[in-house]
């Protein structure tokens, strides 16, 4: 398993310290959750600011498509 060394000012190793504490984990595992927190937010920061900012007329939604063209279902 990858090691990380790091650099945190004493504010943040204190919080890190208390959370780890009441979370029952040793520093390292809340350290990784913290930056799994971080890292897996699913959308990158600033996405929305830039969602739907390009102006470009070929960016449209289809048109919706007749349920009649789906393919048959099977029954269960």
């Not at 204190?14 to 040793?26: D, T």
């Not at 929305?48 to 063209?69: C, K, W």
């Amino acid at each position: 398993m990858p090691q990380l060394s790091l650099y945190i000012n004493d504010a943040s190793m204190e919080r890190l310290r208390r959370s780890a504490l009441e979370q029952g984990v040793s520093l390292s595992r809340c350290a990784a959750e913290a930056i799994d927190a971080r890292c897996s937010t699913g959308w990158p920061e600033g996405y929305f600011e830039l969602y739907g900012a390009l102006a470009d007329g070929s960016f449209v939604a289809p048109a919706e498509l007749d349920y009649a063209l789906d393919a048959p279902r099977k029954g269960w």
